[in-house]
């Protein structure tokens, strides 16, 4: 549990656990979804690991964007902060004096931060609307176990629906 002062919520979508595949989003076309992240996540900390910094198609407008690389010689215009490591993230984010920053993927990041989350959002997509043809040799990404256990610890405290799909809100007991 994440006894700063630091409130973290991860923000995700997911196709019946799928996250996404050769490193792109599961579901690109909800335009819900997209004007969802960005509300929520407007003016906070952004959390990445480098693959999903990279697949970005410019910097996230008004969001500090930490990315999390093992390359300490990593450079990239559209983060604004590199750690090496959850700990290190962490630490910087109390020296910011940051009150609430969003885990915002990929998998491994999830699964590294889950153990530290008081929140978790996440759009399920409805797999009778959206189709994914599993093609043999595609990387696929789930939502990792470690964030699934992390749920069992928390309650639904609001849901939004949305076409196609629902935003489900987990918080911390």
């Not at 019946?16 to 909800?30: A, K, M, P």
């Not at 997209?34 to 969001?63: A, C, Q, W």
Request: include cysteine.
């Amino acid at each position: 549990m994440n006894d700063s002062k630091i409130e973290l919520r991860a923000i995700l979508s997911s196709l019946g656990g799928l996250l996404g595949s050769e490193n792109d989003l599961i579901v690109r076309t909800n335009r819900e979804d997209f004007v969802h992240f960005k509300s929520e996540t407007d003016g906070h900390y952004v959390i990445m690991g480098r693959k999903t910094v990279e697949s970005l198609p410019k910097k996230l407008p008004n969001r500090k964007v930490i990315c999390i690389t093992s390359d300490e010689n990593y450079k990239n215009d559209k983060c604004d902060y590199i750690c090496n490591g959850v700990i290190q993230c962490i630490i910087l984010l109390e020296e910011l004096k940051c009150d609430v920053a969003y885990v915002a993927g990929g998998e491994l990041i999830y699964e590294q931060f889950s153990p530290f989350l008081d929140q978790i959002i996440i759009t399920q997509f409805d797999t009778k609307h959206y189709e994914f043809d599993i093609d043999e040799g595609k990387e696929l990404k789930f939502v990792p176990y470690a964030m699934t256990d992390a749920m069992l610890n928390m309650r639904v405290v609001q849901t939004k629906d949305i076409e196609h799909g629902q935003i489900i809100y987990y918080k911390r007991w």
